[in-house]
């Protein structure tokens, strides 16, 4: 029997990826969002820092005392347009 697959998609509020449970947005999810947001690198950042501000503060609840850290890293440096 084949399983249907499970895309790459955050799994809120933990912010781990539903499909591989590694940190969101993981390497599948990076590529696929390059790929859907390929004629608009704008676009994709201010998606995910929509996205990055709502990660930081789910977070930031469920762990209080410990703010999430990293989260530009995370979210937004590996989407930047390369010169």
Known sequence: MVRPSVPHVAMRP???CRN???EWPCQPAK???LTEFRQ???GLLVY???LMT???HQLGQLHPGHPPARMTER???WARARG
Do not use: P
Request: hydrophobic residues 50%; contains cysteine.
């Open 48 to 50: 995910l820092g929509v």
């Open 31 to 33: 590529l696929a969002l």
């Open 54 to 56: 709502e990660a930081t």
């Open 75 to 77: 979210f937004l440096s």
């Open 40 to 42: 608009d690198r704008t």
């Open 20 to 22: 591989c449970g590694r």
């Open 14 to 16: 933990l912010w781990r």
